[in-house]
């Protein structure tokens, strides 16, 4: 990865999504999240004052190491532990069912291979475990395969809170 990838687009990011109204979709999501949870796409750490207090540890992955040189101030903040994995989505180094909660925000649109990034969220997310998303664009890549449901006062075009409860390999969405 070169100089715009490591340091231009981290601070795109922060300038973009680090913003008054994106937050109270943050926390209308986060606030759901419990148990042993990952979060694809880590990015710089926006996600993680909206965790709620409860939550003590994240798993994260994010291939993009400039984006975690500017998530370090926010790690130290939060008190959260952070077990950080430099790398992508495509192909996640746990065992299946380790985690009760899977987080994605604005992440699958960067995942070149983004079938191959569900297909692991699905293997490592336990059987009853939650999928939260927050997702941007009129075709989320879920909306092809899962119906969608966007909760009172988002955006239609934005997949908010979202639930995954697996029935076989199938699972489907619920708003909560």
Same mark, same amino acid.
Do not use: D, N
């Given at each position: 990865m070169g100089?715009?990838?490591?340091?231009i687009v981290p601070l795109l990011c922060d300038f973009g999504l680090d913003r008054p109204f994106v937050a109270r979709y943050r926390r209308e999501l986060l606030g759901h999240a419990s148990g042993n949870i990952l979060e694809i796409g880590f990015g710089t750490g926006l996600n993680l004052p909206f965790y709620a207090p409860h939550v003590r540890k994240v798993t994260t992955v994010d291939p993009n190491v400039g984006m975690y040189r500017r998530?370090? +101030?926010?790690? @130290?903040?939060a008190g959260i532990e952070v077990d950080?994995?430099?790398?992508?989505?495509?192909?996640?180094?746990?065992?299946?069912?380790?985690f009760d909660c899977v987080v994605s925000t604005f992440t699958l649109c960067s995942i070149e291979q983004v079938d191959q990034a569900v297909r692991e969220v699905y +293997?490592?997310? @336990?059987p009853g475990g939650k999928l939260l998303l927050l997702e941007h664009g009129q075709?989320?890549?879920f909306s092809r395969e899962f119906r969608c449901?966007?909760?009172g006062g988002a955006p239609e075009s934005w997949c908010a809170v979202l639930r995954c409860r697996r029935a076989g390999r199938r699972p489907s969405f619920l708003a909560l």
């Open positions: 100089f715009y990838a490591q340091v998530a370090h +101030r926010r790690i @130290k903040q950080r994995r430099l790398l992508g989505g495509e192909r996640l180094p746990f065992e299946g069912g380790t +293997r490592v997310l @336990k075709e989320s890549p449901v966007c909760p």
